[in-house]
Protein backbone atom coordinates (compact mmCIF):
# COMPACT_ATOMS: atom_id res chain seq x y z
CA UNK A 1 0.00 0.00 0.00
CA UNK A 2 1.09 3.34 -1.07
CA UNK A 3 2.44 6.71 1.27
CA UNK A 4 -0.60 8.17 -0.17
CA UNK A 5 -3.22 5.44 -0.13
CA UNK A 6 -2.64 5.14 4.15
CA UNK A 7 -2.89 8.62 4.18
CA UNK A 8 -6.13 8.28 2.61
CA UNK A 9 -6.98 5.51 4.60
CA UNK A 10 -6.56 7.97 7.71
CA UNK A 11 -8.42 10.49 6.83
CA UNK A 12 -11.73 8.06 6.65
CA UNK A 13 -10.90 6.81 10.02
CA UNK A 14 -9.95 10.38 11.66
CA UNK A 15 -13.21 9.54 14.32
CA UNK A 16 -11.90 5.98 15.34
CA UNK A 17 -8.43 7.93 15.93
CA UNK A 18 -9.57 10.74 17.79
CA UNK A 19 -11.83 8.41 19.84
CA UNK A 20 -8.46 6.14 20.90
CA UNK A 21 -6.77 9.58 21.51
CA UNK A 22 -9.17 10.43 24.27
CA UNK A 23 -9.35 7.59 25.65
CA UNK A 24 -5.69 7.16 25.95
CA UNK A 25 -5.54 10.77 27.87
CA UNK A 26 -8.33 10.00 30.16
CA UNK A 27 -8.05 6.06 30.99
CA UNK A 28 -3.83 5.96 31.25
CA UNK A 29 -4.30 8.75 33.97
CA UNK A 30 -7.31 7.31 35.54
CA UNK A 31 -5.54 4.26 35.87
CA UNK A 32 -1.85 5.46 37.28
CA UNK A 33 -4.26 7.72 39.92
CA UNK A 34 -5.84 4.34 41.21
CA UNK A 35 -2.03 2.70 41.25
CA UNK A 36 -0.42 5.91 43.14
CA UNK A 37 -3.45 5.64 45.91
CA UNK A 38 -3.55 1.96 46.22
CA UNK A 39 0.55 2.02 46.85
CA UNK A 40 -0.20 5.39 49.51
CA UNK A 41 -2.52 2.77 51.40
CA UNK A 42 -0.08 0.37 51.38
CA UNK A 43 2.27 2.27 53.25
CA UNK A 44 -0.24 3.80 55.71
CA UNK A 45 -1.47 0.00 56.61
CA UNK A 46 2.30 -0.72 56.91
CA UNK A 47 3.12 2.09 59.24
CA UNK A 48 -0.51 2.11 61.03
CA UNK A 49 0.70 -1.57 61.48
CA UNK A 50 4.02 -1.18 62.59
CA UNK A 51 3.03 1.72 65.51
CA UNK A 52 0.03 -0.65 66.61
CA UNK A 53 3.29 -3.16 66.96
CA UNK A 54 5.14 -0.74 68.92
CA UNK A 55 2.57 0.09 71.33
CA UNK A 56 1.70 -3.38 71.95
CA UNK A 57 5.36 -4.17 72.83
CA UNK A 58 5.48 -1.55 75.58
CA UNK A 59 2.92 -3.10 77.14
CA UNK A 60 0.74 -0.15 78.92
CA UNK A 61 -0.44 1.82 75.68
CA UNK A 62 -3.88 2.02 77.38
CA UNK A 63 -3.35 5.83 78.39
CA UNK A 64 -3.43 6.75 74.28
CA UNK A 65 -7.31 5.79 74.21
CA UNK A 66 -8.68 8.93 73.37
CA UNK A 67 -8.90 12.33 74.64
CA UNK A 68 -11.50 11.85 76.87
CA UNK A 69 -11.01 12.14 80.63
CA UNK A 70 -14.22 9.64 81.36
CA UNK A 71 -12.86 6.69 82.81
CA UNK A 72 -16.10 4.43 83.95
CA UNK A 73 -13.72 1.82 85.54
CA UNK A 74 -12.25 4.01 88.16
CA UNK A 75 -14.19 4.14 91.48
CA UNK A 76 -12.75 7.79 93.12
CA UNK A 77 -13.42 10.43 90.55
CA UNK A 78 -11.48 13.48 90.31
CA UNK A 79 -13.14 16.50 89.47
CA UNK A 80 -12.58 19.97 89.01
CA UNK A 81 -15.19 22.70 89.85
CA UNK A 82 -15.36 26.38 88.77
CA UNK A 83 -18.21 28.69 89.58
CA UNK A 84 -19.33 31.88 88.24
CA UNK A 85 -21.03 34.29 91.05
CA UNK A 86 -22.86 37.93 90.12
CA UNK A 87 -24.06 40.39 92.58
CA UNK A 88 -25.41 43.70 92.90
CA UNK A 89 -25.39 46.20 95.91
CA UNK A 90 -27.03 49.49 96.50
CA UNK A 91 -26.02 52.54 95.09
CA UNK A 92 -23.18 54.30 96.70
CA UNK A 93 -22.60 50.96 98.93
CA UNK A 94 -19.90 49.33 96.58
CA UNK A 95 -16.79 50.63 99.13
CA UNK A 96 -18.30 48.89 102.25
CA UNK A 97 -19.65 45.46 100.19
CA UNK A 98 -16.10 45.05 98.99
CA UNK A 99 -14.94 45.32 102.27
CA UNK A 100 -17.40 42.98 103.33
CA UNK A 101 -16.11 40.38 100.70
CA UNK A 102 -12.38 40.97 101.41
CA UNK A 103 -13.44 39.82 105.36
CA UNK A 104 -15.06 36.74 104.31
CA UNK A 105 -12.17 35.62 102.06
CA UNK A 106 -9.69 36.35 104.80
CA UNK A 107 -11.53 33.70 106.83
CA UNK A 108 -10.89 30.90 104.58
CA UNK A 109 -8.25 29.24 102.87
CA UNK A 110 -7.86 31.72 99.43
CA UNK A 111 -6.19 33.27 96.99
CA UNK A 112 -7.20 36.50 94.71
CA UNK A 113 -5.76 35.79 91.68
CA UNK A 114 -7.13 38.57 89.29
CA UNK A 115 -9.01 41.59 90.78
CA UNK A 116 -10.31 44.63 88.59
CA UNK A 117 -12.46 47.65 89.91
CA UNK A 118 -13.56 50.48 87.74
CA UNK A 119 -15.80 53.43 87.57
CA UNK A 120 -18.92 52.98 84.45
CA UNK A 121 -21.23 55.53 83.03
CA UNK A 122 -20.76 59.06 83.79
CA UNK A 123 -22.03 62.16 85.90
CA UNK A 124 -25.17 60.72 88.47
CA UNK A 125 -25.33 57.53 85.79
CA UNK A 126 -21.73 56.55 87.24
CA UNK A 127 -21.40 53.61 89.39
CA UNK A 128 -18.83 51.44 90.29
CA UNK A 129 -17.92 47.68 89.34
CA UNK A 130 -15.84 44.84 90.45
CA UNK A 131 -14.46 41.14 88.99
CA UNK A 132 -12.40 39.01 91.20
CA UNK A 133 -10.82 35.80 90.55
CA UNK A 134 -10.93 33.74 93.49
CA UNK A 135 -9.11 30.11 94.09
CA UNK A 136 -10.68 28.35 97.24
CA UNK A 137 -10.04 25.53 98.98
CA UNK A 138 -12.05 22.80 97.86
CA UNK A 139 -13.36 20.99 100.72
CA UNK A 140 -14.19 25.03 101.54
CA UNK A 141 -15.78 26.07 98.13
CA UNK A 142 -19.46 25.53 99.16
CA UNK A 143 -19.19 27.75 102.56
CA UNK A 144 -17.44 30.20 100.74
CA UNK A 145 -20.24 30.16 98.00
CA UNK A 146 -23.11 30.47 100.39
CA UNK A 147 -21.36 33.61 102.01
CA UNK A 148 -20.57 35.25 99.02
CA UNK A 149 -24.38 35.16 97.76
CA UNK A 150 -25.41 37.07 101.23
CA UNK A 151 -23.24 40.61 99.89
CA UNK A 152 -25.54 41.26 97.95
CA UNK A 153 -28.74 40.51 95.43
CA UNK A 154 -27.42 37.80 93.14
CA UNK A 155 -28.29 38.60 90.16
CA UNK A 156 -26.68 34.92 88.06
CA UNK A 157 -24.81 31.82 89.50
CA UNK A 158 -22.90 29.05 87.17
CA UNK A 159 -21.49 26.31 88.55
CA UNK A 160 -19.18 23.97 85.96
CA UNK A 161 -17.79 20.58 87.27
CA UNK A 162 -14.98 18.71 85.21
CA UNK A 163 -14.18 14.89 85.64
CA UNK A 164 -10.47 14.31 84.56
CA UNK A 165 -10.59 11.18 85.74
CA UNK A 166 -9.49 9.10 82.84
CA UNK A 167 -6.85 12.00 81.98
CA UNK A 168 -5.35 12.01 85.80
CA UNK A 169 -5.12 8.51 85.11
CA UNK A 170 -3.38 7.95 82.23
CA UNK A 171 -1.10 10.65 82.69
CA UNK A 172 0.45 8.94 85.58
CA UNK A 173 0.69 5.48 83.71
CA UNK A 174 2.61 7.67 81.23
CA UNK A 175 4.69 9.11 83.53
CA UNK A 176 5.71 5.33 85.34
CA UNK A 177 6.80 4.53 81.65
CA UNK A 178 8.78 7.29 81.24
CA UNK A 179 10.44 6.90 84.56
CA UNK A 180 11.30 3.24 83.30
CA UNK A 181 12.73 4.32 79.76
CA UNK A 182 14.54 6.81 81.93
CA UNK A 183 16.07 4.35 84.31
CA UNK A 184 16.74 1.63 81.73
CA UNK A 185 18.96 4.21 79.19
CA UNK A 186 20.68 4.81 82.82
CA UNK A 187 21.67 1.64 82.98
CA UNK A 188 23.13 1.49 79.69
CA UNK A 189 25.08 4.51 79.63
CA UNK A 190 27.12 3.16 83.27
CA UNK A 191 28.03 -0.44 81.49
CA UNK A 192 31.51 -0.23 79.86
CA UNK A 193 30.15 -2.16 76.79
CA UNK A 194 29.14 0.82 74.35
CA UNK A 195 31.49 3.02 72.94
CA UNK A 196 32.20 6.66 72.83
CA UNK A 197 30.13 7.63 70.48
CA UNK A 198 27.10 5.52 71.73
CA UNK A 199 27.14 7.24 75.17
CA UNK A 200 27.51 10.35 73.46
CA UNK A 201 24.42 9.36 71.80
CA UNK A 202 22.69 7.80 74.64
CA UNK A 203 23.69 11.15 76.36
CA UNK A 204 21.04 13.16 73.84
CA UNK A 205 18.47 10.89 74.77
CA UNK A 206 18.90 10.92 78.98
CA UNK A 207 18.39 15.17 78.63
CA UNK A 208 15.31 14.29 76.91
CA UNK A 209 13.87 11.89 78.11
CA UNK A 210 14.64 13.81 81.73
CA UNK A 211 12.93 17.02 80.41
CA UNK A 212 9.88 14.65 79.50
CA UNK A 213 9.81 13.03 82.60
CA UNK A 214 9.43 17.09 84.61
CA UNK A 215 7.21 18.16 81.42
CA UNK A 216 4.64 14.96 83.01
CA UNK A 217 5.24 15.77 86.94
CA UNK A 218 4.37 19.32 86.24
CA UNK A 219 1.26 18.70 84.20
CA UNK A 220 0.09 16.24 87.31
CA UNK A 221 1.35 18.47 89.79
CA UNK A 222 -1.17 21.29 87.89
CA UNK A 223 -4.24 18.97 87.72
CA UNK A 224 -3.60 18.21 91.33
CA UNK A 225 -3.60 22.06 92.28
CA UNK A 226 -7.02 22.22 90.06
CA UNK A 227 -8.41 19.77 91.84
CA UNK A 228 -7.22 21.06 95.70
CA UNK A 229 -8.58 24.87 94.81
CA UNK A 230 -12.21 25.71 93.03
CA UNK A 231 -12.17 28.51 91.11
CA UNK A 232 -15.00 31.30 91.89
CA UNK A 233 -15.48 34.20 89.09
CA UNK A 234 -17.26 36.87 91.75
CA UNK A 235 -18.80 40.37 89.81
CA UNK A 236 -19.83 42.93 92.25
CA UNK A 237 -21.40 45.88 90.94
CA UNK A 238 -23.17 49.00 91.93
CA UNK A 239 -26.89 49.22 91.61
CA UNK A 240 -27.93 52.87 89.72
CA UNK A 241 -29.14 55.39 91.12
CA UNK A 242 -32.79 55.92 91.14
CA UNK A 243 -32.26 59.63 90.43
CA UNK A 244 -29.82 58.47 87.74
CA UNK A 245 -32.45 59.36 84.46
CA UNK A 246 -33.93 62.64 87.07
CA UNK A 247 -32.42 65.76 84.48
CA UNK A 248 -34.03 69.00 84.12
CA UNK A 249 -34.97 69.85 80.69
CA UNK A 250 -32.35 72.18 78.58
CA UNK A 251 -34.42 75.62 77.03
CA UNK A 252 -33.39 74.52 73.83
CA UNK A 253 -35.57 71.32 74.05
CA UNK A 254 -38.44 73.05 75.06
CA UNK A 255 -37.59 74.99 71.93
CA UNK A 256 -37.57 72.22 69.56
CA UNK A 257 -40.70 70.78 71.53
CA UNK A 258 -42.67 73.79 70.86
CA UNK A 259 -41.54 74.15 66.94
CA UNK A 260 -42.44 70.53 66.67
CA UNK A 261 -46.28 71.20 68.66
CA UNK A 262 -46.31 73.93 65.87
CA UNK A 263 -45.19 72.11 62.55
CA UNK A 264 -47.94 69.96 63.86
CA UNK A 265 -50.86 72.03 64.40
CA UNK A 266 -49.68 73.30 60.94
CA UNK A 267 -50.29 70.23 59.72
CA UNK A 268 -53.63 69.25 60.83
CA UNK A 269 -54.45 72.93 59.60
CA UNK A 270 -53.78 72.28 55.84
CA UNK A 271 -55.14 68.36 56.40
CA UNK A 272 -58.70 69.89 57.44
CA UNK A 273 -58.44 73.18 55.61
CA UNK A 274 -59.90 70.98 51.84
CA UNK A 275 -62.87 69.17 53.50
CA UNK A 276 -63.46 72.82 55.45
CA UNK A 277 -63.72 74.54 52.20
CA UNK A 278 -65.23 71.26 50.11
CA UNK A 279 -68.02 71.03 52.91
CA UNK A 280 -68.96 74.80 52.34
CA UNK A 281 -69.16 75.27 49.01
CA UNK A 282 -71.55 71.73 49.61
CA UNK A 283 -73.51 74.19 51.60
CA UNK A 284 -74.23 76.73 49.45
CA UNK A 285 -74.67 75.25 45.90
CA UNK A 286 -77.49 73.18 48.58
CA UNK A 287 -78.86 76.74 49.38
CA UNK A 288 -78.86 78.26 46.08
CA UNK A 289 -80.69 75.28 45.00
CA UNK A 290 -83.38 75.87 47.30
CA UNK A 291 -84.08 79.24 46.67
CA UNK A 292 -84.62 78.68 42.63
CA UNK A 293 -87.10 75.95 43.68
Given amino acids: MSFKE ?13 LIVVLL ?30 NEAMGKSSYYYGETDFAPEITDRIVTI ?8 EYKD ?3 KENEFKGILSEYDTFILNENVYE ?13 TIKVNSEEYLNLVDELKTIGEVKSFSENKEDITGSYTNKNIELELEKEKLRKYNELYDTNDISMEDKLDLTDKIFYQERRVKYLEDSINNMDKRVEYSTINYSLREKQSSYADVILVKFS ?9 FNVLLHIIFAVVPFVVLTLLIVLFARRHKKRR
Avoid: C, H
Fill in 6 to 18: QTNRLKENWFIIL
Fill in 94 to 96: FES
Fill in 253 to 261: ELIKTLVSS
Fill in 25 to 54: FVIVPFIIGIGGITNYSARDMVASYDQGFT
Fill in 82 to 89: SSSLSSEV
Fill in 120 to 132: SGFGKKKYMNGSY
